[in-house]
C-alpha cells in the first residue's frame, strides 16, 4: 500500500525508493520522526495494505538496468501501453485495475497525482477513450483533494447507469492519527457522469469511516450486488484484535454500504465482520467476490497460524468466507477456508480471490514449494470441509514473484499477474494457466513480461476482457512518465 509520507532519513528513502523504484511519503501534514519497525514499514508503502515486501525484494540499481534492457521474446501474446501517466498534475500510480463502459472508454484512479493537493498529489480518478488509428486519450474526472478523500487505495467499478464507486485509503471527515496528526480514516465515493455530454462529472462522499469500531483505510476494489448496494473491506479499525499498534488500531472489518430507501437519502454503512487476529485472519485484502446466494469471500494478509510470520506479521495468513445472516437483521457468519502455514505451504495472500463458474475458490500467495509463488484452488468437499489444490507454483530461490489471479477465459483458462519476475530480468508479467486433467499441474504460458520504462512495469491490478479477447490492466510503475522508474501505465494484451 503506497501509504504516503516524508521519511525523516534521506538515506532511508534513497536506500528504498532504489530498492522499490518509487519515492515512499506518509499523507500531509505527517512527518515520521523515528525509525520505523519492520511492521510499519508494511504498511507505509505498496499496493496492499502493508508496505508490501514485493517493492523491496531485490531491487538495486543492477536490476534497474538489467530491467531497461530486458526482452520479452519468450511471450506468446502482443502488449500495448495505452497511455503513460506522467505524475504532477496528471495521475501517478494507478491504484486497482480499469473498468469498461458501454461505448468502450476506461476508467481507473491513481493514487497519486492531481493539482489539488501538494506534490505528489492526493490521487485522480481517470478516463481513457480510444481513437483513431489504436490511440487513447486520457481526461482526468476528479482530484481528489484530502478533505473529501485521499489516496485510492483500490480502483473504481461502474454501474450500469454510467455511475463509478470506490474508495480512499485517507482523508474524509473520521479522525485517525498518524504520528500524531489527523489523516482521515478514508471515504467511499460515488462519481456521477455528466447529464449532458461534454459536462462536468458529479463527485460525492456516500460515507466517511470513523476508524475504532467501525472501518479504517479501505483497500481493494469494491463489490456490487444486484440491488445497488456496495461491499469491501478496510484493512484496520473494528474494534478487535492488535495489529501495528499504535501506529494503526485493530485488525480490519468487512462492510456493506446499503442504498437510501428513498431518492435522495443517506446511504447507510454496516460492518458485516470485525477480524480479531490471533487464529482469525487480519487484515484484509479487499476485492471481496459475492456468489448467487450472497456468501462472500476474501482473503488476509495476516493472522491464522500463530507459529506463522509471513512477510514479517503475525499469521501467514486466510481465506474466508462470510455466511449471510439466516434472519433479518441476523449476523452474519465467518467461517476459515483455509489458513496458510508459511514457507512451503505459502504466504501472505496479497490480493483477492475470484470464483469460478462451480463455486470453486482461486487465488494466489507467496512462497510455495518452489519459492516463486502459488496459485491455488479451494473446493468444497464433505462435511463442511474445503479441500486445497496447488495448481502452479513459480520457481524462485530468491523472493517470491508475488503472483495475483485476476479473471477467467471463456474456455476457464486463469488468467493473472506477478508483480515482479518470472526470472530476475522482468518487471512483472501477464499469464495464463490452463487446466489440466487428473489434478496435475496447470499448464503456464507467460502472455507478456514488463521489461519497465517505457514499457509497463510491476502489474497488480485485476484484469478485464473487452468483446475481442483482449486483456486489459494498470500497472503502479514503468511507462514514459518522469518519476523514478515510471509514474504508471495502462496496457493492452492481444492474442
Known amino acids: 500500500m503506497k501509504i504516503i509520507a516524508n521519511l525523516a532519513s534521506g538515506i532511508f528513502l534513497a536506500i528504498v525508493s532504489l530498492m522499490a523504484g518509487r519515492y515512499l511519503v506518509f499523507p500531509p501534514h505527517v512527518t515520521a520522526q523515528t525509525p520505523l519497525p519492520p511492521a510499519v514499514l508494511h504498511i507505509l508503502s505498496g499496493d496492499s495494505a502493508m508496505i508490501n515486501a514485493r517493492f523491496i525484494r531485490l531491487w ?11 526482452s520479452s521474446a519468450s511471450a506468446e501474446s502482443k502488449e500495448k501501453v495505452l497511455y503513460s501517466f506522467q505524475g504532477g498534475s496528471d495521475g501517478q500510480s494507478p491504484a486497482g485495475g480499469v473498468v469498461f463502459d458501454k461505448a468502450g472508454n476506461l476508467y481507473g484512479a491513481t493514487y497519486e497525482g492531481g493539482s489539488t493537493c501538494s506534490s505528489p498529489g492526493c490521487g485522480t480518478i481517470f478516463q481513457l477513450s480510444p481513437g483513431s488509428g489504436g490511440t487513447w486519450t ?8 484530502g478533505d473529501q478523500g485521499s489516496y485510492p487505495e483500490g480502483g473504481v467499478i461502474a454501474e450500469a447507469n454510467g455511475n463509478l464507486y470506490g474508495t480512499t485509503a485517507y482523508g474524509g471527515s ?3 492519527l498518524l504520528f500524531g496528526g489527523n489523516v482521515g480514516c478514508g471515504v467511499i465515493y460515488e462519481l456521477s457522469p ?14 466517511n469511516f470513523q476508524g475504532g469500531k467501525d472501518g479504517q483505510i479501505p483497500h481493494g476494489d469494491l463489490t ?3 440491488a445497488g448496494n456496495l461491499y469491501g473491506a478496510t484493512l484496520y479499525g473494528g474494534g478487535y484484535g492488535t495489529c501495528n499498534a499504535p501506529y494503526f488500531q485493530y485488525c480490519g472489518t468487512v462492510f456493506k454500504l446499503s442504498v437510501p430507501k428513498q431518492k435522495g437519502g443517506k446511504w447507510t454503512e454496516k460492518v458485516l465482520y470485525r477480524f480479531k487476529s490471533g487464529t482469525d485472519g487480519a487484515n484484509p485484502n479487499g476485492g471481496l467476490v459475492r456468489d448467487s446466494k450472497g456468501v462472500i469471500y476474501g482473503a488476509t494478509f495476516s493472522g491464522g497460524n500463530q507459529g506463522c510470520r509471513g512477510d514479517g506479521y503475525l499469521g501467514c495468513g486466510t481465506v474466508f468466507k462470510l455466511n449471510p445472516p439466516a434472519k433479518k437483521g441476523g449476523d452474519w457468519t465467518e467461517k476459515i477456508l483455509y489458513t496458510f502455514q508459511g514457507n512451503t505451504d505459502g504466504f501472505s495472500p496479497d490480493a483477492g480471490v475470484i470464483l469460478d463458474a462451480k ?35 513459480f520457481s524462485s530461490s530468491s523472493y517470491s514473484y508475488d503472483p495475483s489471479v485476476g479473471a477467467f477465459g471463456k474456455s476457464g483458462d486463469l488468467y493473472g499477474t506477478t508483480n515482479v519476475g518470472p526470472g530476475h530480468a522482468l518487471a512483472g508479467s501477464v499469464f495464463r494457466l490452463r487446466p489440466a486433467p487428473n489434478g496435475s499441474l496447470w499448464g503456464f504460458s507467460l502472455l507478456y513480461g514488463f521489461t519497465g520504462p517505457p514499457d509497463a512495469a510491476q502489474p497488480t491490478s485485476p484484469l478485464v476482457f473487452d468483446r475481442a479477447g483482449n486483456l486489459y490492466g494498470s500497472t503502479t510503475q514503468g511507462g514514459g512518465g518522469s518519476c523514478t522508474f515510471g509514474c504508471g501505465a495502462a496496457f493492452e494484451i492481444s492474442p
Open 138 to 145: 486520457e481526461t482526468i474526472l476528479y482530484g481528489f483533494n
Open 60 to 70: 538495486s540499481p543492477m536490476l534497474v538496468v538489467i530491467l531497461m534492457f530486458a
Open 359 to 393: 463455486g470453486a475458490v482461486y487465488g494466489a500467495a507467496q512462497g510455495g514449494v518452489s519459492g516463486g509463488g502459488i496459485v491455488f484452488q479451494l473446493k468444497a468437499a464433505s462435511g463442511g470441509r474445503w479441500g486445497r489444490t496447488v495448481v502452479y507454483g
Open 194 to 207: 455528466p447529464v449532458q455530454k461534454g459536462g462536468q462529472w458529479t463527485y460525492a462522499v456516500l460515507y
Open 224 to 226: 456490487l450486488d444486484g
Open 174 to 176: 473520521g479522525i485517525c
